[in-house]
């Protein structure tokens, strides 16, 4: 950069305040580094001083990705920081194009271009050597480390200047009198409410003050060297820059009616703007000093609004208690506090009015998150360590009061609580000055505490402060408190799903199964899909798959609704298009009966609920299905064909008015039935029929068992957790060949149940079945004549031996059903059914469209 022109006859930096051996003018200082980066992290500019700094002529650099420059981790985490960031800054480690790490300070700036195109701009100073950092110790090191710190009065050599702040000899009276003119002098520039700073002869900043470090949210040492348009892009930086120009050429104090706010922000109005020169002893100009004046109540009232509208935004954005609370941590540090920290208590404490007494006990938590500047300043607890505040702490009597509270260092309770527990230094001990201490509490919870503190910054915190730090940790305080009230209800609908779904499967002979059931993996929560298993009449066995709309513990509640409905309706032996039908009168009920609640659109009783219903009969190997708007199950030949079976598409559960189909069919001896929730099929990487061909490849492939089936289909289907639940029934079928089925058909007349009764103990001695003799033939005694006394012909008797049961049914054609009653003293009939129930296991009745069976299960003796 060109240096201002000087007095005629006079060399740059020359000094005539003493005479003295002729000094060489130093060299002009190198430009600033600066370099651009895109969206992508694409280095699109490259200038001199960036070159100057770390080696690298732009046509390396540029097109190239900027985090290859970075030396350590923490420089990835800065890219990851500035996400969403207007401006950041901060000091990484670069790679030096001769091999060494450079550690700079560096100022990054979001700006947009002409469109939609965003780029940020990086700015540091170059004070060191043209090619990289003089090494510490050298003597031309520790000169450029001089300057570059501040201390020498800006834009001046001479030999004998006096810098801001310094003391000449004497300056301070003896026994701690009066201080100096120079160090009072340091003290009101560095403590002026007014924003003031000093540029040399280059236009780059030496001081700051720190009004100016607070309206910029910068430090002195992040601005050092670096011009003000670099340090806030603006127009107003722009016009400023030119009047400093005017006032070194000599025109004077310049004054501005605005002034630079943060980047972002824009111009700040209301500020008063003054540029005046600093000259030395001859008169000569030798930096500007800029001085900002406005009404302080104003401008920091402002700036809590900006910080609490910014945390609107920055608080709250995982489902991560902790890293909600670290966010509150890094929004307070450094813009409220030199010091953040939340710690939560182990178990949220609910209900209850704040009380002006202090616990009875002391206090355990958990310090969840913590922050401090400088970042290797005072050392505090670090997050993840246990707690223990005594009952008379500020932290304890803050939480029982329910608000929060002001601490200056003297204040009693501090010194009272550092003198109880010497680890009272959760808090950075050195040099704190000011403790805000406020309860974390949300919807009746007192969930922790934030502690905030300022070891840096000069002024205490105000009562406006307080209000601030009370509103930012509601904020994160509802976030926690929301995040922990999700986890708690996900944890409890999934400990309810689970209860409602099979524990185990039961023992039945007609078909090989095996299940798998995966929840949701979004914040959704569980949803309502569930399966079925439930063993029939005549060794059947029915299939369930549903799933239930929504999502949460009414879902499941719903889900456990239906599938009890589900087995109660099977109990009674309907066809699956008539148990479809009365489970669509039972959606409408429930949707009906809570219509009038405050949640009727989340539960909406299961409305749109799918269910598939099938009943296979290992006797003949058919299999009856109907469907509720569900997926259709698929089938797989013992030769490796896939195939959907043709099941009518009923419409979901909760329409009224609309009938369902029975689907029937016949499967071979170890045929695949695969059933499933659309879950299976909703991925997001590839569409339906790439799912289906990925399905169907999978169930194709040979298996020695059937959860080796499952795994492949969840394999083959999912890379990664499911968007919603999915249930999954794979089964194998079984036949129960005519050696185990003995069939009669019989007359009515009663002369035929003598000849029922040896029928049935003659197959049961060839079955090795003697034992089970006696009961059976009660059994069939009974079954046969209410057949032949209440029933209408042909009258048929069955016998069904599937392991470890025996099952005699009687068929007739009238479809009058008998029921058990109870027979009084002096009756002559009315006993038998009684008896029946008392000698089977179970007994009951199933319909067909002509006739009906009864039907009583016994069990075997092993052996």
Known sequence: MERLPTHPGERPHESDASPGPARTAPPTPPPTATAAVDARGIVTEWSEGARQLLGYPPSEVVGQPAARLLADDAGAAALRDAAGQERWSGTVALWHRDGRRVRRELLAHRRTADGPVTEWLVVSAVTGAPEGETPAGTPEGEAAG???SGSGTPGSEAPGSEAPGSEAPGSEAPGGGTPGSGRLGEWAFRQSPCVLAVFDTDLRLVRANAGMEQVLSLTEDQMRGLRLPEIVPHPVSDEAEAKMRRVLEGGGPQHLRAGAGPAGTGAKDGWSTSLVPLKDPAGRVRAVCLAAHQRLQEHLARQRMLLLSEASARIGTTADSGRTAQELADIAVPRLADFAAVDLLDAPRHGGEPSPAAPAGPLAMTRTAVRSVPEDGPAASAAGTKTLYPALSPVARCLAQGHGALYEAADPDLVRWARQDPGAA??????????????????????????FARHRRAEPFEADDLWLAEELTAKAAVSIHTTRRASREHT?????QRSLLPQTLPDQGALDIATRYLPAGTRAGVGGDWFDVIPLSGARVALVVGDVVGHGIRASATMGRLRTAVRTLADVDLPPDELLTHLDDLVLHLSADEGGTDDAAESAGGIGTTCLYAVYDPVSRRCALARAGHPPPAAVTPDGAVRFLDVPAGPPLGLGGLPFETFETELPEGSLLALYTDGLLAARDHDIDEALDKMFAALARPA???????????????????????????????????????????????????????HATEQLTAWGLDDAAFITELTVSELVTNAIRYGRPPIQLRLIHEDSTLTCEVFDSSSTAPHMRRARTFDEGGRGLLLVGQLARRWGTRHALTGKTVWAEQSLSPG
């Open 146 to 148: 001089s300057e570059a």
């Open 426 to 451: 959760r808090l950075p001990g050195s040099g704190t000055h000011s403790v805000m201490v406020v309860p974390m509490r949300a919807h009746g919870a007192t969930l922790g505490v934030a502690l």
């Open 492 to 496: 409890s609908t999934m400990t309810l």
């Open 704 to 758: 020695k068992t059937l959860d080796t089936v499952c795994d492949r289909v969840l394999t083959a289907m999912l890379t990664h957790r499911p968007d919603d639940d999915i249930a999954l029934l794979v089964a194998r079928t079984r036949v129960l060949h005519a050696d185990r089925v003995a069939a009669w058909d019989l007359a009515s007349d009663p002369a035929v149940v003598a000849r029922a009764r040896k």
